[in-house]
């Protein structure tokens, strides 16, 4: 370039540039220091302040904040999140003629924990917050804090895992732990035991399921996470805490995830054995600890004999029929898929009608929810939002990849799974992994960070 290209800059402009450039710089630091109380917050799932819950209050936190950077000027257009814009857009508008056309209020359960309108609103916030936490976690990504967030996100998920572990052992033997003061999921208190082989963890969270899901992500990133040898405690405490769960579907989807990552991103064959070593020592390592510290109600506990009791029928007896989720298919096959839907929450309080439920009945599938909610259009710009990271990966990775890669994808891929068989909702986990899979995939952390 020639000289023309640049300008000299002094004085009262040099002075306004630094300024500017240190304003930045702060927000930059202070975005960073709000994302692990962000985390922890969306971890606290068990508790509220009043009547509004700590995950909501996080939300609100993530959400707030993402304005701000906003009317900094400085926000990005994320890859591929023009199809979850429209994909909320178009269901916004769904659940907008839905309310003027139906009064979905009177399929309100009487243990529903909101009114109609509330109910509705924060339906359409949960997509919102999303959208807000994937443009906050990829503007701080590009200002080359990559590092900081995978280190937060492995600590925060560390100590999850540690407090899942605590509260298990208290629950058995009485020992203190911080009061549940949020209604369970059941619409009374909180369930703390459980129909099942052994007691389960649900640490923080009102449900085993939910605290599987949340940790998922952070213990892949912790498998890339300063680690010299094979493992690292991380990795091998948050699977502890995620077997004792006994969520089928959080043990199934990070095996799957993993050997998914294995197929689509071009890995060397060393590569390949390093991480496959890896991955199978944390396993059984925490499958010894698992051992150690599980407790059964009635016969000593069996993980492999529980995974088979519950994968059997499902495999080899009729599908998800067969699973603790036959309501939700009988539904199915009982209502034709809706070309348009009933928007978001309508479409759960119609399931609520139809199982005569006292509380708002879950799909229990983000796949079936959208599908009910939005109809084909909606699951159509989801899904189109969803599957694009994957290609983006198939497509421009190579052998020798930036070890990061490997293990977002794996999480990227474990979260499809849990949406299909658990969550009906998107959350912060996967917006933040989102971003990170995204931000590997089209920035590439050679890239210089933006200032």
């Known amino acids: 370039m020639g000289l023309g290209m640049y300008r000299t800059i002094s004085g009262d402009e040099g002075t306004a540039s630094r300024e500017s450039t240190s304003a930045k710089s702060t927000l930059s630091g202070l975005v960073l220091f709000l994302y692990p109380l962000f985390l922890a917050g969306s971890a606290l799932d068990a508790y509220s302040v009043g009547s509004l819950s700590i995950p909501w209050i996080a939300r609100i936190g993530i959400f707030s904040t993402t304005l701000i950077v906003g009317f900094s000027r400085r926000l990005v257009v994320v890859p591929g999140t023009k199809m979850l814009i429209a994909f909320f857009l178009w269901g916004g508008l769904v659940t907008i003629l839905g309310v003027l056309h139906a009064d979905y209020a009177e399929f309100l359960p009487p243990l529903a924990t909101s009114s109609y309108p509330a109910f509705v609103l924060l339906r359409l916030l949960v997509v919102l917050s999303v959208i807000a936490t994937v443009y906050l976690a990829y503007w701080l990504l590009r200002r080359g804090h990559h590092d900081a967030m995978i280190r937060w996100t492995v600590l925060v998920g560390t100590l999850i895992a540690v407090a899942a572990i605590y509260i298990y052992f208290?629950?058995?033997h009485n020992l203190p732990e911080p009061p549940r003061n949020r209604i369970g999921t059941s619409g009374a208190e909180q369930v703390t035991r459980f129909s099942y082989a052994f007691h389960r963890a649900m640490g923080t969270f009102r449900e085993p399921s939910h605290l599987a899901e949340w940790l998922v992500v952070p213990f892949f990133l912790s498998l890339s996470y300063r680690q010299k040898g094979l493992v690292n405690l991380h990795s091998v405490v948050i699977a502890s805490a995620l077997l004792l769960t006994g969520s089928l579907t959080g043990i199934v989807s990070v095996p799957l995830g993993?050997?998914?990552?294995?197929?689509?991103?071009?890995?060397?064959?060393?590569?390949?054995?390093?991480?496959?070593?890896?991955f199978i020592a944390v396993g059984l390592l925490a499958v010894v600890i698992f051992s150690a510290i599980v407790s059964g109600y009635d016969l000593e506990p069996n993980l492999l004999q529980v995974v088979e009791n519950r994968l059997t029928p499902i495999l080899f007896e009729g599908g998800l029929s067969q699973s603790n989720r036959s309501h939700v298919y009988e539904y199915v096959q009982a209502v034709p898929f809706p070309t348009v839907g009933a928007g978001f929450g309508?479409?759960?309080?119609l399931l609520s009608h139809y199982l005569a439920t006292d509380t708002v009945a879950s799909f229990l599938s983000l796949y079936l929810a959208t599908l009910y909610s939005t109809g084909m259009t909606g699951l159509m710009l989801l899904g189109l939002f969803l599957v694009a990271p994957v290609l983006a990966v198939f497509r421009r990775s190579r052998p020798g990849y930036e070890r990061w890669i490997r293990v977002n994808q794996a999480a990227y891929l474990a979260c499809l799974i849990m949406f299909a068989v658990n969550s009906e909702e998107l959350h912060l986990m996967f917006a933040i992994v989102y971003a990170l899979l995204t931000f590997e995939v089209y920035v590439r952390r050679s890239a210089a960070p933006v200032p």
């Open 258 to 278: 993993f050997l998914g990552s294995m197929v689509l991103v071009r890995l060397s064959a060393r590569q390949r054995l390093r991480s496959l070593a890896s």
């Open 346 to 349: 309508n479409a759960n309080l």
């Open 170 to 172: 208290a629950q058995l």
